[in-house]
């Protein structure tokens, strides 16, 4: 079993429509959680952290369940540019472990 | 302020060949990575350096891959003989060192193994 697991997808979704994405992980001592983006060819970037409470930015809500070890991200209104991989990450002790990536496809 | 910087961006050799990628991370991360990624799937730790020190190398290679980060700055990721398995992107990413903090790559070294 992979530590982090994603949907791989695609996502394919029309412009405005509203998305979520699930990722669980294994290991119960994880510290802290990331949601990266990757644009096809380039590094990821940090999109957002996610905290046990929950978190906002903007179109974007991250979403941490301890009890039941899953994170999610929500995209409200998607744009065109909001196509990307999602890459689900998770800090154990430092160690920094990344899930397979979730790819989503906004059309016109 | 400069990102982290990788080079070479492309490399293409034969298999049994050597190859070094290098990385300089930003300025000040104690903590620097380097991961492999394969086409549709995520990165994957080879390495983790906490300043010189190498804390998590349980997932490198070992028979054919070296790494080293001297004086706790500049790292280098090596890897010989190559083989055609090893055709991937290399990403180094750096850190502040805090356990809560993002880590930031670098644009990776794309390599082909013919």
């Known amino acids: 079993r992979k530590e982090v697991e994603q949907d791989p997808g695609p996502f394919n979704v029309p412009e405005g429509a509203t998305v979520a994405f699930n990722c669980t992980y294994s290991?119960?001592?994880?510290?802290?959680f990331f949601w990266y983006r990757q644009d096809c060819r380039k590094e990821p970037k940090l999109l957002m952290s996610?905290?046990?409470s929950g978190n906002e930015d903007g179109r974007f809500t991250a979403q941490l369940n301890r009890a039941s070890q899953y994170i999610s991200l929500l995209i409200r209104d998607s744009k065109l540019s909001d196509s990307a991989t999602y890459l689900c990450?998770?800090?154990?002790?430092?160690?920094?472990?990344f899930g397979q990536g979730t790819e989503l496809s906004v059309k016109p | 302020e400069a990102g982290v910087v990788q080079s070479p961006r492309y490399k293409i050799i034969e298999k049994k060949q050597p190859v070094a990628f290098w990385c300089n991370p930003i300025?000040?991360?104690?903590?620097l990575y380097w991961y492999r990624q394969n086409l549709g799937q995520g990165p994957e730790l080879l390495i983790r350096?906490?300043?010189?020190?190498?804390?998590?190398d349980s997932q490198l290679p070992k028979d054919r891959f070296s790494a080293e980060r001297l004086k706790g700055v500049d790292s280098t990721l090596k890897i010989q003989p190559a083989e055609l398995g090893d055709s991937a992107v290399y990403l180094c990413?750096?850190?502040?060192?805090?356990?809560?903090?993002?880590?930031?790559f670098g644009q990776g070294t794309r390599l082909t193994v013919v």
């Open positions: 990413a750096s850190s502040p060192g805090d356990r809560a903090a993002e880590a930031f």
């Open positions: 290991n119960s001592a994880s510290q802290s």
């Open positions: 996610v905290y046990s």
């Open positions: 990450v998770v800090n154990q002790g430092g160690k920094l472990i």
């Open positions: 300025s000040g991360h104690n903590t």
């Open positions: 350096y906490e300043n010189e020190e190498a804390v998590d």
